[in-house]
């Protein structure tokens, strides 16, 4: 597996101390760039071209969303976590309008700050759960608006066909390890694609999912008795 090139933006020099320190020990990271207001960050992303961008908001100069925009407007397929201590609803707004694929509280363990790091490295998006209800409500009105013309979203659109075909072999009851094998993928992406079910369905464990996508037939009750 490649390793992950990582730029962390954080004005706190002690606390980005101890971040970099710490993202080092994980096999498969790398801290590649250190930046500490918005410009800087701006400046290192062209010069390093990293896999992810782990941001923080309140910075100083143009400030963390604005870098976020401009990271994202000339690097679309660079990853943008942010990490930050504030989780208003118009905050989390504007990171969505600007292109960010995650967000965490800081205070976040540090497995599963690796884990959202490697799931927007890889395609997916990761929000906290204290924020998952405020991305809802920031985007009630525009679903109702979208409404009139368009069928509401069920889980089964939700879902990719990799994402379903996951889902039936979690169902199955197995692992990650054995879903990868199956699959011929890396478990890691396994474990990439369960989180990203798991936030589709909003349950919180794989026995939930399988029981909500045989109720609302996205998957056959037959795969069961294979």
Known sequence: MPTLRILLVE????????????LQRESGLEVVAEAEDGESAVELTNQYLPD???????????????????????????AVLVLTSHSQKSLIERLIEAGAQGY????????TLVLAIRSVAAGASWWDRAATAEIRAAFAFAESEQAVSKPAQTPENQLTKR???????????????EIAQQLYIAPGTVRVHVHAILQKL??????????????KGIINSEILVQ
Request: proline share 3%.
């Open 11 to 22: 004005d706190d020099e002690l606390f980005r101390l101890g971040l970099s320190t710490r």
């Open 52 to 78: 992810v961008v782990l941001l923080d908001v309140g910075l100083p100069g143009i400030g963390g969303i604005e870098a976020c925009r401009q990271i994202k407007e000339r690097h679309p397929n660079i």
């Open 104 to 111: 965490c509280l800081k205070g976040i363990a540090a497995e």
């Open 163 to 177: 994402e379903q075909e996951i889902l039936a072999l979690v169902a199955q009851g197995k692992s990650n390890q």
């Open 202 to 215: 909003e349950v919180r464990d794989r026995t939930q999912a399988a029981v909500l996508a045989l109720q």
